[in-house]
């Protein structure tokens, strides 16, 4: 999707959501206090810097209630679509990981560069489906990175509906249930 497309989309898209996301700023401020938004360096493509934007669900290292909520329909994601009109994100892509989190993996893991070849994305399949550990994350993310298609795209973006709508947990055990399929999208019959 071309960058111009995505800033129009996401602008729609921070419109639509407004009513969610005042629900979600709402639940926050009243269940937990302030502040509402959480930030956090992270790498995006080319590995530059910038501050990924979300609804706070932690308080002293715990998961808030509305956080709880908020994490499992992936409403927490909504203020991403500030960095995906910046720029600074896709709406798909390999999922922004912080610098910290960039040594440390790429020590183990030099064929991580792979994913700083596109813009990282407010959802992917890691995002969605989970992950199997460090290894697994980066092989799914660089095959994305180099071998995504409009097709893929559009499958991410109906998994990501369906966590929207369902919540992550109901969505992964209803696609657990067809392993060929889920291994077509994880790029593994490539």
Known sequence: MSIRLETTAAAALLAASAPLSLVSAASILMF???????????????RRPFSLLKFRTMRDDRITHPGRILRNLGWDELPQLVNV????????GPRPLTPEDVERLSAEHPE???????RPGLTGLIQVLGTRGAAFSIAVENAYAH?????????????TAGAFLLGKDRLRRFVARFPAWKNHLLFLDF
Request: glycine share 10%; aromatic share 10%.
């Open 32 to 46: 937990d206090g302030p502040p509402v938004f959480f930030r956090q360096t992270r790498l995006g493509l080319h």
């Open 85 to 92: 009109l910046r720029g600074e994100a896709s709406f798909i």
């Open 112 to 118: 991580m560069d792979g994913r700083f070849t596109v």
């Open 147 to 159: 071998r995504a298609t409009a097709l893929h795209d559009a499958q991410i973006l109906s998994l």
